[in-house]
């Protein structure tokens, strides 16, 4: 089987590691995204951005093409102590958000479930089909580039 290889290959197509992906297309420096999922994927949960998201995505809110909750205070209890804390965000549905971030790093994206990660040859090699300079990991809680080359402490590389 041969290699596909890209000079910095990024595991995990959320938001992390799709506007990684954005910022190395904005350069022009050859990036593969991989993912375990195909987008856009089932993503129950909601999620929370501020302007300054917006603004580091070059985005005005009003050009984000799904719909957003502004949120300008929360209503807060706790123990029977209530009070209102003023904010300035939006509530996003993040099945649309990382689908939109993805699709618009304008770099293409695999459907790939990584099983390993080895270091060789000053680079690394994944799952015996993808080589590549450089590596990010951008795979959540479990990402797989961090099981594969740091120690349970999370701070220690691993000897190759």
């Known amino acids: 089987m041969s290699t596909t290889e ?3 290959l990024i595991v995990g ?3 992390a590691g799709a506007a990684c992906a954005w910022k190395l297309n904005q350069h022009k420096i050859p990036c593969l995204v991989l993912d375990k999922a195909v987008f856009p994927r ?3 949960c909601a999620g929370w951005v501020t302007p300054q ?4 995505l070059n985005t005005p809110p009003e050009d984000f ?3 957003l ?3 300008k205070q929360f209503k807060i209890s706790l123990r029977g102590f209530k009070f209102t804390l003023p904010t300035h965000q939006y509530a ?6 990382d689908h939109w971030l993805l699709e618009r790093s304008g770099v293409d994206t695999t459907q790939h479930q990584v099983q390993q990660v080895k270091q060789i040859d000053g680079g690394y090699l994944v799952d015996e089909r993808y080589s590549t300079r450089f590596i990010v990991g951008a795979g959540g809680t479990h990402c797989p580039v961090r099981r594969s080359l740091f120690t349970a402490d999370e701070t220690t590389p691993k000897s190759p």
Do not use: A
């Open 6 to 8: 890209t000079q910095v």
């Open 13 to 15: 197509g959320g938001p």
């Open 42 to 44: 089932p993503k129950p």
């Open 53 to 56: 998201v917006f603004h580091l």
């Open 65 to 67: 093409p799904h719909s």
């Open 69 to 71: 909750t502004h949120f």
């Open 92 to 97: 996003i549905r993040r099945v649309e958000f």
